[in-house]
T-cell receptor, first 112, second 111 residues
Framework: GQQVMQIPQYQHVQEGEDFTTYCNSS?????IQWYKQRPGGHPVFLIQ?????EVKKQKRLTFQFGEAKKNSSLHITATQTTDVGTYFC????????????FGTGTKLQVIP | DGGITQSPKYLFRKEGQNVTLSCEQN?????MYWYRQDPGQGLRLIYY???????QKGDIAEGYSVSREKKESFPLTVTSAQKNPTAFYLC??????????FGQGTRLTVV
């Protein structure tokens, strides 16, 4: 079955440093979505990427979808304490939008 | 207000008891999902349903059961066969061209 791995599992950064999490799927995806889960909360949608090589930005966050549509990355520039949480990628296979597989997640801790 | 609602927020279960977690959505989504999350861990898929009266096992279905009699509802039963049920349970729904929407979650504790 489809597997989606994320690295690193944990990341501690000093406030103001950059942060990147990487997402790798064992199979080609039709799209990739990113979610953020604050401590004690539930995952909340951030963004969706659909096209091969697509790059999208949301303020300090930059999302990228690989050319082969099997990997993705989320980069945060100049982290803030509000960025604390666990970041998940999630993907669906071509033609199977309902089969969503979540990545293993990267837990980000920002040290003030 | 459209959304997805889980209840209860906290649930305590005695060993050997079955408990049912509720999940209701008014987003008109066909697909619904149940995930289990252990402390500091990711989301593991228990069951999912793509349409009414149909559902498929996820990666960790043993000890759990579901039903999908209505489009809006996808309850999860944690049976006594689930040996380690203490966890955070998340329900989600998804439309064809939408992201997944999650409920607030239910924290289940075995006492």
């Amino acid at each position: 079955g489809q597997q989606v791995m994320q690295i690193p599992q944990y990341q501690h950064v000093q406030e103001g440093e950059d942060f990147t999490t990487y997402c790798n799927s064992s199979t080609t995806l039709s799209n990739i979505q990113w979610y953020k889960q604050r401590p004690g909360g539930h995952p909340v949608f951030l963004i969706q990427l659909v096209k091969s090589g697509e790059v999208k930005k949301q303020k300090r966050l930059t999302f990228q979808f690989g050319e082969a549509k099997k990997n993705s990355s989320l980069h945060i520039t100049a982290t803030q304490t509000t960025d604390v949480g666990t970041y998940f990628c999630a993907g669906s296979p071509p033609g199977g939008y309902q089969k969503v597989t979540f990545g293993t997640g990267t837990k980000l801790q920002v040290i003030p | 207000d459209g959304g997805i609602t889980q209840s209860p927020k906290y649930l305590f279960r005695k060993e050997g008891q079955n408990v049912t977690l509720s999940c209701e959505q008014n987003l008109n989504h066909d697909a619904m999902y149940w995930y289990r999350q252990d402390p500091g861990q990711g989301l593991r898929l228990i069951y999912y349903s793509q349409i009414v009266n149909d559902f498929q096992k996820g990666d960790i279905a043993e000890g759990y059961s579901v039903s999908r009699e209505k489009k809006e509802s996808f309850p999860l039963t944690v049976t006594s066969a689930q040996k380690n049920p203490t966890a955070f349970y998340l329900c989600a729904s998804k439309g064809m061209n939408t992201e997944a929407f999650f409920g607030q979650g239910t924290r289940l504790t075995v006492v």
